[in-house]
């Protein structure tokens, strides 16, 4: 049960924060964003933090998802937790079909091809507009319903959302503690290597880029009932980095960490607002100054800095009793 | 039909002419760092930007803003080279891709901050009037962006293979510890090279942004496309780079006039994956191998 | 029958021959020893018996299955394992973790049943535990169980590297270059690791450069020169071989065996 600590810990936060600040739009309103931003972050750290494989077009797989349950629901009347599946059949074949091509290219060839899948997709939705309603969106998107229950408030949402993510995170973290994960993480450590260990990359490549692809696929397809109205700008390249950025300022190989990213970067352009033209000149210098300081994550990077500081009062002291 | 084509062709080899530019400013960063630089779209959009800026109003004669709209842009790949580049030597591949988003993304806040979201336009160079080729019309400013772009390739081209600074730079991408050691001074050399490629960028910017127009997120697409040109070519090859980027224009005219014109920008990240699928080291490029 | 019969093996890097009709078996149960100035393909020899690069020609046979044409994760499936040269440890992970990765082969639960842990997950971490720790325990490192192997000093990470190829229950382990930057003191466990391993059952293919090892701990040494066989036999045979001392001994020399 240790292993699971700190999952036990995240439910008890999810859990306690709206019954705790009940009407604070930052819980039930921004929360239920960064939930949804962690589910995706997650997935997409298994897939860059665990095994190493570099995304920049995640956002990709989140449309799709979203987009397939919406046009099932609103152009051909599905009920919406059959066209979120559908989503994620399509979803699983589209990743599929493409994983074998692109996952054979490694660094810088591997982000840009996933870049270019990315935009690819996000210009599809564009320009489909007979089916996806382009630029200008598809709305009327029926809400979701759970035994009955229909949920059409935000803390409904916020409560489906934190099921979603704890499930989620616990998937993760069985992944991670196995014979799967420590594959991936050998693969990500030396490709060789694992190979003569017997584990067959391309397959343990390709499993984790489906699995992280359905996850983001299951997030569009909530994402699309809890905001009824979706448009292209949402799954865009911009998206992508910014659950890269999330991913790796919440430090690599961490799935808590992922969560941890996702939040801070939920809440900081509530915060950087207040900074109004200046918002995106700051972001982008965050960005790299992160990257440049802190380039193991915030999440790690912190827990560096406090232990550095505890070393330093200590060895003062010693000093002190030194003299 | 055939006038067609060749109207498809012209803008295409315009276009291009930046993409060229864009894409062996990429290439020259690359070789000689290691970095993908994804800011350097950004550096077109300074360019142009500043000169528009600096000659707005009452400002400064059209002749003395475009001068110093390139000296400010080197000044910005210079200090990008300093202040977040080097710093981080010996980062991930993650790591130095997130930093250049990072200064793409804080440059056009920059430019977000200082002049808004509207869209700017830059007087022609020698007129408007078009230039008629049998039934296809040509933009002196498009003999302009020709002709400019392909002075530039020839001069980075004499650079890098008749000049020591040229060849300095290069040895710093073989071998940086080797150049070292031969009295290279690499801290510099990739000054150079970063004040090089933005100049590249810059002069794209000024020469291609009378018929474009321009504003502050002009670059993203143009530095993306730009980078799918360098690999077209051969990631690592500047001159491929070229071949890729006029390539990749006149690919990307054709397939708009001829097929479908919403389609346009999903061209290049098409033949984008097309390369890397089947051929990742590119049309020039040489493919390497890893020792084990 | 040998345990790996390797006949007119060939392999060309654009204009550069590397191994070129190389031809030798591998008698199961005893240490045989690949030596040869640098650049007489060593590491590309094994190279192609794991699969990593396929030959231009000639064929490689292990327990009478053919080798040439798998991927590497398969020949491991076969029983070969290896160490390389240029060490290649899983930084990211911890002696156990690195070392569990080694019992790969020997579970067979997949992402799925990872996902939702499901009961034999369990019995799989537990069996691969203890697997590890009998490998670790071989190569004495179990002090070491707990730390990250991003912590270890060089000579340890090359028991580690050991330990992992061990935990695959191999019955050919390849070693190339185990002994490369130890110290005597550790070269002198490195050679009775490698009879201890040897003496479990699991034969060894081992390349080095320390001829001391080599003479000390081989059952039969086989010599490349410019990727051909130059001579092969016992350490004493090869030592008097009047070919291999001028092209690469140097001298008569007399090694204690």
Redesign the interface.
């Known amino acids: 049960m240790r292993r699971l600590a700190g999952l036990c810990l995240l439910a008890v936060i999810v859990v306690l924060l709206p019954i705790l600040f009940p009407d604070n739009y930052y819980v039930t309103v921004v929360g239920v964003t960064a939930l949804l931003h962690a589910i995706l972050a997650v997935s997409l750290n298994l897939l860059m933090g665990y095994a190493g494989q570099i995304s920049l077009g995640h956002a990709a797989f989140f449309g799709i998802g979203a987009y397939t349950s919406a046009i099932l629901t609103t152009r051909y009347g599905w009920d919406p937790w059959a066209a979120i599946m559908a989503g994620l059949a399509l979803t699983g074949l589209v990743s599929f079909l493409v994983s074998r091509p692109i996952l054979r290219l490694k660094g810088h060839y591997l982000a840009m091809a996933t870049l270019g899948l990315g935009i690819i997709i996000n210009i599809i939705l564009v320009q489909g507009e007979q089916l996806t309603g382009g630029p200008d969106g598809l709305g009327g998107i029926p809400t979701l319903s759970l035994f009955g229950w229909a949920l059409d408030t935000d803390l409904g949402w916020y409560w489906m959302m934190g099921a979603t993510l704890l499930g989620v995170v616990w998937l993760a973290l069985n992944i991670i503690d196995s014979r799967s994960g420590r594959a991936l993480r050998a693969l990500h450590g030396s490709e060789v290597a694992a190979e003569m260990m017997g584990i067959n990359t391309t397959a343990a490549k390709t499993g984790v880029f489906v699995l992280a692809a359905l996850i983001a696929s299951l997030a569009g397809g909530l994402f699309c009932h809890q905001q009824s109205f979706i448009s292209p700008d949402s799954f865009n390249f911009f998206f992508s980095i910014e659950l890269v950025t999330m991913v790796v300022l919440g430090g690599m190989a961490s799935t808590y960490g992922a969560v941890f990213g996702a939040l801070i970067l939920t809440f900081l352009p509530e915060l950087l607002v207040v900074f109004e033209d200046f918002e995106v000149m700051i972001f982008g210098a965050i960005l790299m100054l992160m990257m440049i300081f802190l380039p193991q994550g915030l999440f790690v990077g912190l827990q560096n800095l406090a232990l550095r500081w505890l070393n330093r009062r200590r060895s003062a002291a010693f000093g002190a009793v030194g003299e | 039909m055939f006038d067609q084509i060749l109207q498809f062709v012209l803008t295409g080899v315009t276009v291009g002419a930046t993409y060229a530019l864009v894409a062996l400013g990429f290439a020259i960063i690359y070789n000689a760092s290691d970095v993908v630089n994804f800011a350097q779209g950004e550096f077109v959009m300074m360019g142009a930007m500043s000169a528009i800026a600096m000659s707005a109003g009452d400002g400064l004669p059209i002749f003395l803003s475009l001068p110093l709209a390139v000296l400010v842009t080197i000044g910005v790949g210079i200090l990008l080279q300093k202040f977040a580049i080097a710093p981080a030597r010996g980062a991930s591949v993650v790591t130095t891709i997130i930093i250049t988003i990072g200064a793409s993304i804080f440059l056009r806040g920059v430019a977000l901050l200082l002049w808004g979201k509207s869209i700017f336009a830059m007087p022609h160079f020698s007129g408007e009037q078009p230039i008629h080729i049998g039934k296809a019309t040509l933009l002196p400013q498009s003999l302009w962006v020709m002709g400019g772009a392909a002075f530039l390739v020839l001069g980075v081209h004499w650079f890098f293979n008749h000049t020591t600074h040229g060849k300095a730079i290069l040895a710093c991408s073989c071998n940086r510890t080797a150049a070292k050691l031969v009295g290279i001074n690499v801290g510099m050399m990739m000054l150079i090279a970063y004040g090089l490629s933005a100049f590249l960028g810059a002069m794209a910017g000024i020469l291609v942004t009378p018929i474009t127009f321009t504003s502050y997120d002009a670059g993203v697409m143009l530095g993306l496309k730009g980078f799918s040109a360098a690999i077209l070519g051969g990631f690592g090859n500047p001159m491929g780079a070229v071949a890729g980027g006029i390539l990749l224009g006149l690919i990307e005219s054709l397939a708009a006039g001829l097929i479908s014109s919403g389609y346009k920008d999903a061209i290049g990240f098409i033949i984008l994956l097309l390369v890397l699928f089947f051929r990742p080291s590119g049309l020039f490029g040489k493919a390497t191998s890893e020792r084990v | 029958m040998a345990l790996l019969e390797v006949e007119a093996l060939t392999k060309s890097f654009g204009g550069v021959t590397a191994i070129a009709d190389l031809s030798f078996d591998v008698p199961p149960g005893q240490v045989y020893s690949v030596i040869g100035p640098n650049g007489a393909g060593k ?1 590309t020899l094994f ?1 192609m018996l ?3 690069y396929h030959p231009d020609d000639g064929s490689i046979r292990f327990m009478d299955q053919g080798v040439v044409g798998r ?3 398969q020949v ?2 076969l029983g070969v ?2 160490t ?3 060490l ?6 911890s002696v156990l ?1 690195n070392v ?6 020997r ?5 799925f ?5 499901l009961p034999r ?1 369990k019995r ?2 537990k069996l ?1 535990r203890q697997w590890a720790r009998e490998a670790l325990a071989i190569c004495h490192l179990d002090k070491f169980i707990g730390q990250e192997a991003g912590s270890l000093p060089y000579g340890v990470l090359k028991r580690l590297e050991i330990a ?2 061990l935990a ?1 229950q191999p019955k050919l382990l390849l070693m190339d270059e185990p002994a490369a930057g130890l110290n005597d003191t550790e070269t002198l466990e490195m050679r009775k690791l490698i009879r201890r391993i040897c003496e479990s059952g699991i034969t060894v293919l081992l390349v080095e450069h320390n001829m001391g090892l080599v003479m000390q701990v081989s059952d039969r040494i086989l010599v490349l020169d410019y990727g051909s066989r130059l001579a092969e036999g016992t350490p004493v045979e090869i030592q008097n071989d009047r070919r291999v001392i001028e092209a690469y001994l140097g001298g008569e020399v007399q090694y204690a065996l």
């Open positions: 590491t190279n794991s699969g990593i991927q590497p994760h491991a499936a394992s290896r390389f040269q240029n290649q440890m899983f930084f990211n992970m973790d569990m990765v080694g019992c790969h082969l579970t067979r639960t997949g992402l049943s990872a996902a939702l842990r997950i799989e971490e691969s992992r190829a695959v």
